[in-house]
């Protein structure tokens, strides 16, 4: 496995430990269509939650949520849609978009934000 892409797992796991602590029922992780990947769709309630995950080694680019762009943004609602279409939880009845953010330098604790209603 590729260094970045043992990032991006770390990243997800933690996202998702991090989901489950604040109440949030992860219900589905990697989802894959043809048109891409959610990296986590939870609910919290009545409200259903997707979550893009961004993971970096340091913020020399930005922070890791600066990577989630309007492009991003827009294909990720598609994603959704698709979701949705196919697994519509009963009594759902919000969508929320949610970007957690981890920055995991070299010999320090990594460092998680969770931006509610990012996009």
């Not at 919290?44 to 995950?53: A, D, M, S």
Request: net charge positive.
């Amino acid at each position: 496995m590729r260094p970045s892409d043992e990032l991006g797992r770390y990243g997800e796991d933690l996202a998702a430990e991090h989901l489950a602590a604040q109440g949030l029922q992860v219900l589905e992780r990697n989802w894959r269509c043809r048109e891409g990947e959610l990296d986590i769709v939870a609910r919290e309630g009545r409200v259903l939650v997707f979550v893009e995950v961004k993971a970096r080694s340091g913020t020399g680019f930005g922070t890791p949520a600066e990577a989630v762009g309007p492009v991003k943004a827009r294909r990720i609602r598609g994603l959704a849609c698709r979701w949705l279409a196919e697994h519509r939880p009963a009594g759902a009845q919000e969508l929320r978009f949610d970007v957690v953010s981890v920055v995991r330098r070299r010999g320090c604790t990594a460092e998680l934000v969770h931006l509610r209603g990012a996009f």
